[in-house]
């Protein structure tokens, strides 16, 4: 079965640091995608990035980096320059098909803390 | 285009209620999809449902829980007599279609049990 590991339970960093959240994954598909999401203290989940299997390309999106390794089945997120409103639980996740469906396998979540 | 809302934001029930959460997908969505996240976890998948039939309640507890979709209006959660461990935020997510199309979540309904 499919099995997300955050074994970083809580982070806290001072700001302007920079912070990497890990995220490794156990599946035996050949085909999956792998989520970031963002919780902010609201409660709200915020949507991240989505990668496919078949894309080990490096992401970056502004401060934020992905990085894809299917060697060590892990899709770390790093934060550079970290701000105060960055604080937030983030949560890795894997999709599972079956049934016609996508469903997704979360990690227990990173609590993301940044001080001022 | 309006995203996944869901209703209401937040619950109170006392023990032994019913809670009903709604779901209204995103236009043109017809796959919707409820997980739950219990106090300091992460979210877990409960059940999946398409227009008028459930495709897959594998995460479902097996009593007090139901889900349905009906052709018109949004998609419940069900909860009979709740109980203080079903204080949870549930949230539904909904796609286009199947498998390789994207979720897109709700706000999420925090229910709590007094």
Not at chain 1, 50 to 55: C, E, V
Not at chain 2, 30 to 58: C, T
Request: hydrophobic content about 35%; overall charge neutral.
């Amino acid at each position: 079965a499919q099995k997300v590991t955050q074994a970083q339970t809580e982070i806290s960093v001072v700001e302007k640091e920079d912070v990497t959240l890990d995220c490794v994954y156990e599946t035996r598909d050949t085909t999956y995608y792998l989520f970031w999401y963002k919780q902010p203290p609201s409660g709200e989940l915020v949507f991240l990035i989505r990668r496919n299997s078949f894309d080990e390309q490096n992401e970056i999106s502004g401060r934020y980096s992905w990085n894809f390794q299917k060697s060590t089945s892990s899709f770390n997120f790093t934060i550079t320059a970290s701000q105060v409103v960055d604080s937030a639980v983030y949560f890795c996740a894997l999709s599972e098909f079956g049934q016609g469906a996508q469903k997704l396998v979360f990690g227990q979540g990173t609590r993301l803390t940044i001080n001022p | 285009n309006a995203g996944v809302m869901q209703n209401p934001r937040h619950l109170v029930r006392r023990r032994g209620q019913e809670a009903r959460l709604r779901c209204s997908p995103m236009k043109g969505h017809s796959h919707v999809y409820w997980y739950r996240q219990l106090p300091e976890e992460g979210l877990k998948f409960m059940v999946y449902l398409q227009k008028e039939n459930i495709i897959d309640e594998s995460g479902m507890p097996k009593e007090r829980f139901s889900a349905e979709f009906p052709k018109e209006g949004p998609s419940i959660l069900r909860i009979q007599q709740v109980v203080r461990g079903d204080s949870a935020a549930y949230f539904c997510a909904s796609s286009a279609g199947t498998a390789l199309f994207e979720q897109y979540f709700g706000p999420g309904t925090r229910l709590t049990v007094t």
